[in-house]
């Protein structure tokens, strides 16, 4: 049977014919799709904590004492990026109720300095960013799922990389069927994570008052002050905050985003960085320096120390809240890639939205693919840190735009303020993270993520620009559209 004609077009977007296919009949009718506001307060908090309290608090401090070289270091390195994270996340609260739309950094740029830096960072958000973060995070799920059933070796290298391929693809589905489901899965993860978080405290407070405090004595002895390792130590400290402005990609899904988006983001952040201070504490309790550093799996470690024979409880644990943080990931990852096609800058099924479950399934599809194919020579420490690297270039853009919103647009409403003060201490902590690894301890590989994040513009030139090939992308949107039952969506302003 022969594929329906369209009936119209209008510029890039295309609205099928109300004979289609009875499931898009109601795109016909309406030209227009609009993802709902179904987030909440507490749901934004649950997804602003849950997508931060992932793999990172499990994997990350270990990373952070080997580069520091202290207990004591290692504790102000994690206050540290708690303070900038939650300075961060204040600055984005205001953008996000000046420029009140999904997308964060992407439509942040966009708006304040155009379309080809807008483009620059999609470019590098879906190729870099977005894939590496989600992709370390299922590693990370991945290595506790399985750490039960290596108990006394290191699991083998395909069994963790098929393990977090199946999480990708499940939470990809999962997104892509239902908003309420996704948000379900955030908040039984947060509740899974919270009760890990106090496990872990509650048996590090114990250990505390039974005397195990000589972690503590001298605890500064042995600190690295190189500013590359600060450097180093910093961007992983700061991927288990990694998150803090998540709620600003799903803005237009969110209740009263004026009102909401604040106060989630002051709730949230402070009561993370609290429970990693205290997590942290409760890690040098019961382990040394020296078994904290050599152990791949930090929560496994204590629970095997502390608990004894229901260790594999926090495996299990870690697992959920990597599971948790990854969903939170894929929920917003795939906004971007849907508002960055909307705006021209990403093919143009990828703007589109499932007739029946009002999902961005398309950019889903998109994401989940191409973190796939960063999992293949995925390498948990370099991701991390290359990740860490690009999203900070990218934040001090973003950031300087508000201080320019802030300075030449000051009549513009703001329902929330940010003291100026702020944004420019949260830029240059932003030029310190991307300088600092660079100048003390240069590696090439940070010369190819940079010229990669520039090479965006060859791209945008021929393709965007000057729109190569549309002919082909029509077809291609058109064959797709049908497929996937997806029609034009709407922005929910």
């Known amino acids: ?162 393990v977090a391929a199946a999480g990708i693809l499940v939470l990809a589905i999962v997104n892509s069927m239902n908003v309420r489901l996704a948000m379900f899965i955030q908040v039984f993860s947060m509740v899974i994570k919270l009760v890990a978080l106090a496990v872990i405290i509650i048996g590090g407070v114990v250990l505390l008052f039974k005397g195990n405090t000589e972690n503590f004595e001298d605890s500064f002895k042995g600190t690295n002050v190189e500013i590359s390792s600060i450097g180093i130590s910093l961007y992983q400290g700061l991927w288990s ?18 009102v909401n988006l604040p106060r989630a983001v002051i709730i949230a952040i402070p009561m993370v960085t609290m429970l990693y201070l205290l997590v942290n504490v409760s890690y040098l309790a019961a382990m040394t320096p020296r078994e904290l550093m050599s152990s791949n799996a930090v929560a496994v470690t204590w629970g095997n120390k502390v608990l004894g024979s229901w260790g594999w409880v926090m495996s299990i644990a870690a697992a959920l809240s990597a599971f948790g943080s990854l969903n939170g990931t894929f929920f917003s990852g795939g906004r971007v890639c849907f508002v960055a096609a909307r705006e021209g800058h990403m093919p143009d099924i990828l703007s589109m939205a499932h007739v029946n479950r009002l999902t961005p399934s398309p950019a889903l599809i998109f994401t989940t693919a191409i973190s796939l194919l960063v999992l293949i020579p995925g390498d948990f420490q370099s991701i991390v840190n290359y990740f860490s690297f690009t999203a900070w270039f990218f934040y001090a853009i973003t950031l300087s735009g508000l201080l320019y919103l802030k300075i030449k647009k000051p009549e513009l409403p703001r329902p929330y303020r940010v003291p100026i003060v702020i944004p420019i201490l949260v830029i240059i902590a932003a030029i310190f993270l991307v300088l600092a690894p660079i100048i003390d301890n240069p590696a090439i590989e940070y010369l190819y993520v940079t010229l990669f994040i520039f090479s965006g513009v060859l791209v945008y030139v ?32």
């Open 241 to 258: 905050y990694d998150g803090w402005n998540t709620l600003n990609y799903v803005t237009e899904e969110l209740k009263r985003p004026e």
């Open 1 to 162: 049977m022969p594929l329906p004609s369209l009936d119209l077009v209008v510029g890039k977007t295309y609205l099928l014919r109300i004979d289609l296919l009875p499931s898009l009949r109601m795109a016909a009718k309406t030209q227009k799709l609009t993802l709902k506001r179904e987030v909440g307060l507490i749901g934004a908090i649950s997804f602003i904590a849950g997508t931060m309290m992932g793999s990172g608090i499990f994997m990350s401090p270990q990373s952070v004492l080997v580069n520091i070289g202290s207990p004591g270091a290692s504790l102000v390195i994690w206050a540290a990026c708690g303070l900038l994270a939650t300075l961060g996340s204040l600055c984005y609260a205001e953008l996000g109720t000046v420029i009140s739309e999904s997308g964060a950094e992407y439509i942040y740029i966009l708006r304040i300095f155009g379309q080809v830096i807008a483009f620059m960072f999609v470019f590098s958000f879906v190729v870099v960013m977005r894939p590496a973060s989600a992709t370390g995070i299922a590693l990370s799920f991945a290595e506790y799922a399985v750490a039960p059933f290596y108990h006394d070796c290191t699991p083998p290298e395909l069994v963790v990389k098929c």
């Open 462 to 493: 021929p393709f965007i620009h000057f729109k190569l090939c549309p002919g082909l992308l029509e077809k291609v949107t058109v064959f797709l559209q049908l497929f996937l039952e997806v029609a034009p969506a709407d922005k929910n302003l």
